[in-house]
T-cell receptor, first 112, second 113 residues
């Protein structure tokens, strides 16, 4: 069974509009959660991570995510997207065996 | 630091041939992960090592796949014999400690004809 679930496989959004990419995690996942971004033909790059402390985590490129324990969610948000944000975004969590387990990805397409 | 280094970046081979993918970890990192990415299956963890020791290889598809860490900074993933269904992008990643986010290499795009 997957440990993290990304609810949307594709998200189209207009430039300068806000965006939210959804991620839910299962109780089998330790409370270490991550968002990675993958630009075309490149490897994965860490956007942000939640290990402990403040539930609102700020990452690179203006992205942020909020850890919500009651809803078992870790949604990624950006108030205003740019064309350059077009990429695949992966939510991930650490399992009990210390494996980093990825969601199926959400393709964000920013429309000019 | 140059980051995680993978070679080759692209590999095209014929079915039945042996394929060896290489990975150099970031200096000081002691955990090493091999992932495979395909359109159908997304990102799959194949195997990971901690301090040169394989911890979990349950993701390795079958006996045709093998991975080694001959030293603390280098790893290989070998497929013998290769099959067309092995075509994918293979990523290597390393991390400084367990339960820490891995740093990914650029990947090797493997095409088996």
């Amino acid at each position: 069974a997957q440990s993290v679930t990304q609810l949307d496989s594709q998200v189209p959004v207009f430039e300068e509009a806000p965006v939210e990419l959804r991620c839910n995690y299962s109780s089998s996942v330790s409370v270490y959660l991550f968002w990675y971004v993958q630009y075309p033909n490149q490897g994965l790059q860490l956007l942000l991570k939640y290990l402990s402390g403040s539930t609102l985590v700020k990452g690179i490129n203006g992205f942020e995510a909020e850890f919500n324990k009651s809803q078992t969610s870790f949604h990624l948000r950006k108030p205003s997207v740019h064309i350059s944000d077009t990429a695949e975004y992966f939510c991930a969590g650490i399992t009990g065996a210390n494996n980093l387990f990825f969601g199926t990805g959400t393709r964000l397409t920013v429309i000019p | 630091d140059a980051g995680v280094i993978q070679s080759p970046r692209h590999e095209v081979t014929e079915m039945g041939q042996e394929v060896t993918l290489r990975c150099k970890l970031i200096s000081g990192h002691n955990s090493l992960f091999w992932y495979r990415q395909t359109m159908m299956r997304g990102l799959e963890l194949l195997i990971y090592f901690n301090n040169n020791v394989p911890i979990d290889d349950s993701g390795m598809p079958e006996d045709r796949f093998s991975a080694k860490m001959p030293n603390a900074s280098f790893s290989t993933l070998k497929i013998q014999p290769s099959e067309p269904r092995d075509s994918a992008v293979y990523f290597c990643a390393s991390s400084p400690v367990r339960a820490s986010n891995p740093y990914f290499g650029p990947g090797t795009r493997l095409t088996v004809l």
